[in-house]
């Protein structure tokens, strides 16, 4: 397995730095490639953030919400059809990041 070509463009406002519970906004989007020996993916992920806010030790967001549109396209010889290309929005608030988000990526990198 191998990972390359990641980008990375934002433009975030950070809110209430001074105090132990900063917030988060903006927009940005991730892009990269991975190839297995079963194939090449090409991801691409939209992301704006709403009012993200943080505990004093950020390990999860505690606070607001990230819309995410997810694209993958997936090219496999031997497949039928080789290339495949899915889109997924979700939307996402601290109580559900990984039991939204994580299964999203999984169910369309399997697909």
Do not use: E, K
Not at 87 to 108: G, H, N, Q
């Amino acid at each position: 397995m191998s990972m390359d070509g990641l980008q990375r463009n934002a433009a975030w406002i950070v809110r209430d730095l001074a105090l132990p519970t900063p917030r988060l906004g903006g927009s940005g989007t991730d892009a990269f490639a991975s190839h297995f020996a079963t194939g090449d993916y090409q991801l691409h992920v939209m992301d704006t953030l709403a009012r993200v806010l943080f505990d004093p030790s950020p390990s999860d967001p505690v606070g607001g919400s990230d819309d995410l549109t997810l694209t993958v396209q997936r090219t496999r010889q031997g497949a039928t059809p080789a290339d495949r290309s899915r889109c997924r929005p979700a939307r996402w608030s601290s109580s559900d990041y990984w039991t939204v988000i994580v299964p999203l990526i999984m169910s369309m990198l399997q697909a």
